[in-house]
């Protein structure tokens, strides 16, 4: 057969930056008759996911692409953990400070409205980049169930902690000398305030492995979802322990306050009691499984992207 039979091909470019999944041909097609110009033609396409195509004549059925996201260096991620911890650290003390200085005008619930909003923006705004741990503990639960690699615990935990502190020093800075009121002190019993602070760290951490390691969970809500508990939590534990929930939450404001408190409690409770919710919800949430019914295994990480 002659080659003036041969359907030309457009030529437009296409961006790859181009969101979502342009169809990359458009109008009236005029396959080869003899059978094998579709298949010639998109043999040669690696990026595309095209259903089975007719050999008769007609227009192009649509195509889809899908471009794979370039990985995130460390320092990227590191550096959106440091702003995300110092973003959390700085709204829950400053406004404890506040209601101490105010002798009380904020409320137990705002103090819970405050804190549980910064983490919902924080994992809206850096999940995607850091995972948005914004906690030792979280970081801990996720590199021992495998959703972390552990060459990189310290590394964020040092990020963390740093950040705590810088934003603990700008707010004695800020406020000085009322500082005394961000810091999580416990007002009862040790025996209470490390039960309490075990358990809310578990409701925690039992929320936040389902919406980040389940994909049966809505993900997309997972900063509602996960700040949501904050708030809860706060409620529950705020008059008792401060709700701390967090080894940096109590650690920087400690140093800059000189007040350490207590202070095994709010490094160690929070740590065993998220865990132990990572290890529930793996428990008891349903295996994922492939096309062909084989278990998967567990992906290197996860956190707030999937």
């Given at each position: 057969?002659?080659?003036?039979?041969?359907?030309?091909?457009?030529?437009?470019?296409?961006?790859?930056?181009?969101?979502?999944?342009?169809?990359?041909?458009?109008?009236?097609?005029?396959?080869?008759?003899?059978?094998?110009?579709?298949?010639?033609?998109?043999?040669?396409?690696?990026?595309?996911?095209?259903?089975?195509?007719?050999?008769?004549?007609?227009?192009?059925?649509?195509?889809?692409?899908?471009?794979?996201?370039?990985?995130?260096?460390?320092?990227?991620?590191?550096?959106?953990?440091?702003?995300?911890?110092?973003?959390?650290?700085?709204?829950?003390?400053?406004?404890?400070?506040?209601?101490?200085?105010?002798?009380?005008?904020?409320?137990?619930?705002?103090?819970?409205?405050?804190?549980?909003?910064?983490?919902?923006?924080?994992?809206?705004?850096?999940?995607?980049?850091?995972?948005?741990?914004?906690?030792?503990?979280?970081?801990?639960?996720?590199?021992?169930?495998?959703?972390?690699?552990?060459?990189?615990?310290?590394?964020y935990i040092g990020a963390q902690i740093l950040a705590s502190t810088c934003a603990a020093f700008l707010l004695k800075a800020i406020f000085h000398p009322v500082m005394g009121g961000g810091v999580t002190v416990p007002s009862g019993g040790f025996a209470q305030a490390f039960a309490l602070e075990f358990i809310i760290s578990f409701n925690l951490m039992f929320v936040v492995t389902a919406v980040?390691?389940?994909?049966?969970?809505?993900?997309?809500?997972?900063?509602?979802?996960?700040?949501?508990?904050?708030?809860?939590?706060?409620?529950?534990?705020?008059?008792?322990?401060?709700?701390?929930?967090?080894?940096?939450?109590?650690?920087?404001?400690?140093?800059?306050?000189?007040?350490?408190?207590?202070?095994?409690?709010?490094?160690?409770?929070?740590?065993?009691?998220?865990?132990?919710?990572?290890?529930?919800?793996?428990?008891?949430?349903?295996?994922?499984?492939?096309?062909?019914?084989?278990?998967?295994?567990?992906?290197?990480?996860?956190?707030?992207?999937?």
């Amino acid at each position: 057969m002659g080659t003036e039979d041969v359907a030309s091909v457009p030529t437009t470019p296409v961006a790859s930056g181009t969101p979502g999944c342009t169809p990359l041909f458009s109008g009236q097609f005029k396959p080869e008759r003899g059978g094998d110009g579709w298949k010639s033609l998109f043999k040669s396409c690696k990026c595309f996911s095209v259903e089975a195509l007719s050999l008769e004549e007609g227009t192009l059925p649509s195509v889809s692409c899908a471009l794979i996201p370039p990985p995130i260096s460390l320092a990227r991620k590191v550096g959106a953990e440091f702003i995300g911890t110092f973003i959390l650290i700085f709204t829950g003390t400053a406004t404890a400070i506040v209601n101490q200085k105010t002798q009380g005008s904020e409320t137990l619930l705002s103090l819970a409205a405050s804190t549980g909003l910064a983490v919902m923006i924080v994992i809206l705004s850096t999940g995607h980049i850091s995972g948005a741990h914004i906690n030792p503990s979280v970081t801990i639960a996720f590199a021992a169930l495998k959703h972390f690699p552990w060459k990189h615990v310290p590394i964020y935990i040092g990020a963390q902690i740093l950040a705590s502190t810088c934003a603990a020093f700008l707010l004695k800075a800020i406020f000085h000398p009322v500082m005394g009121g961000g810091v999580t002190v416990p007002s009862g019993g040790f025996a209470q305030a490390f039960a309490l602070e075990f358990i809310i760290s578990f409701n925690l951490m039992f929320v936040v492995t389902a919406v980040t390691t389940d994909t049966r969970a809505v993900g997309e809500l997972a900063g509602v979802g996960v700040g949501a508990t904050v708030m809860l939590n706060i409620l529950i534990a705020g008059e008792t322990t401060g709700a701390s929930m967090n080894p940096v939450r109590t650690l920087g404001p400690a140093i800059a306050a000189n007040n350490y408190k207590a202070i095994w409690i709010y490094l160690t409770a929070p740590i065993l009691g998220a865990l132990a919710g990572a290890a529930a919800y793996s428990a008891v949430k349903l295996p994922d499984r492939d096309v062909n019914g084989q278990e998967k295994q567990p992906n290197a990480e996860h956190s707030f992207r999937r």
